[in-house]
């Protein structure tokens, strides 16, 4: 099977989605301010669920988040403490969008 880059359809039909998921996201302004509240509680979650494990898969990118998301690896609280506040970040992120829209 040859890879395909981009993203398929869901639909496995083959065509690329890419257009369509970009419009969803980024088309509508508040869908993708929802999707970021998303992301930030489930990563809150992973966060508090496993620590380690969740910094370790924030560890790529420039050398300064690289060094940064090792020393989280090694310190559980911390990155549980973080977890939390990513989870109320995202809450009232999400409750603020909604009054504010």
């Known amino acids: 099977m040859v890879a395909r880059s981009g993203i398929a359809a869901a639909a496995g039909n083959g065509r ?21 509240a998303m992301v930030l509680i489930g990563d809150g979650v992973m966060a508090i669920v496993n620590p380690r494990n969740d910094a370790r898969a924030w560890k790529t990118g420039p050398k300064l988040w690289h060094s940064l998301m090792g020393d ?30």
């Open 16 to 36: 690329r989605a890419d257009a369509l998921l970009l419009s969803m996201f980024l088309g509508d302004p508040k869908r993708a301010k929802h999707f970021a």
């Open 72 to 101: 989280l690896s090694n310190r559980p609280t911390l990155t549980r403490v973080i977890g939390v506040a990513q989870i109320i970040g995202g809450i009232c992120w999400a409750l603020h969008q909604d009054e504010a829209d």
